[in-house]
């Protein structure tokens, strides 16, 4: 049964169209029109109009199953659908359908759009505990998802209303969770390697993975020249059912506190992160380092790792600075920074800043967490990218050792951490 609605307080005069679709397409629509930037309405107008226009029949379409489907047409469009469906001697579910695969296959699903030079991100602070390692695996998470189904966003500007709620002189200031506007859109689809460069070994433990054997092959080992095999050997995949393959981590090893003893007799030891992945950059978009709280020679290699090459264009790669809200990471943050702008100096390179991610944020924590979140904000270059809250999901999924973004995929965390993800993409 099919029924039209007219409602005068529609836009552009447009009919409320009530009748049925199978589930699947529904979906696939829903999918394929976020992909392509159109509501949903503009894509079953397009169908229809196409569909009216062909000479001859086309395929027809299961529709069992098919349950209520409601959308707004142009007044009178939905009549002549009616007549042609009438000629045709097909049902208007029939038709209907039959107008929205027509759309889809008009409109094949975008590919993804992949950079012509490997990105690096180097996740980075020289104070430990704020957090670097759930960054890195819920960006890198974020960046894998399938670009061919839709996943909740926070959307840019909730960012700055975020912020304006926690100002400092607002007592009754807001979770940065309350009121957010979010947005469903498809996954961004790139192929992510996580490199876990820390000898805690958090990144690799977090997602379920195994840590390096001390007396095996280790990307230590591959760094100081001295490998013991292919440093593809060592990647494993990441949650397979939930990424598709496209997210992989690159165990640690207990060995990298030995790293910077290991470095020191290394020639052109700035370069030799970037040595040691150079065989892995063909197979991905985007590769993401988890970086040690450090100081040493091992920070120098990463910043160097992450600058910016030849052809690259500026914020592509470079430096992600997490801190929290809190003075010590005010602190930590002036020694990054100047150990960063003594590499570029001493080696004219161009050492870029993703941006400022304030993590584990709360505001009912009062003046110090709200004045320090204003602080990072009024620093502006670099600015701040992400606010991630301080919620139970993301501690769960590090017990049960599962991605965020698998383990709780609506939780406002990983809502953030795709926000996120698009900031700095």
Known sequence: MVSTVTSTNTPNDREKIVSKLPTW?????????????????????????????????????????????????????????????????????????????????????????????????????????????????????????SSNALHPVRVAKALAKAVRASDVHNDDAPSIDDSLDIDNLPGIGLRVLLVDFDPQCHLTNQLGGTPLAMNGDSLTNHMAGDPKGDIRDLIVSVDHETFEGRLHLLPACNDAFLLDVRLSAVRAREAALERALAPLEADYDVIIVDCPPSLGLSMDSAAYYGRRREGETAGQSGALIVVQAEDSSADAYELLTTQIDDLRSDLQVDIGYLGIVVNLYDSRRGYIATSSLQGWVDIKDPKVVGLIGDLKEQKEAVRVKKPLLSYAPKSQQAIAMRALAREIM
Do not use: Y
Request: overall charge negative; some cysteine; glycine content about 8%.
């Open 25 to 145: 397409l529904r979906q696939t629509l829903k999918v394929r029109a976020a992909q392509h930037g159109i509501d949903i309405q503009t894509a079953v107008e397009q169908g229809i109009n196409e569909w009216c226009k062909l000479a001859s029949s086309v395929a027809a379409i299961d529709t069992s199953g098919a349950d209520s489907f409601s959308t707004f047409l142009p007044s009178g469009h939905w009549e002549e659908f009616r007549q042609a469906a009438a000629d045709r001697r097909v049902s208007l579910i029939q038709g209907l359908a039959q107008s929205v695969q027509l759309w889809l296959d008009a409109h094949p699903a975008p590919d993804v759009e992949r950079p012509e030079v490997t990105r690096r991100i180097i996740v980075c602070n020289q104070k430990g505990g704020v957090g670097k390692t759930a960054i890195t695996a819920g960006l890198g998470e974020s960046l894998a998802e």
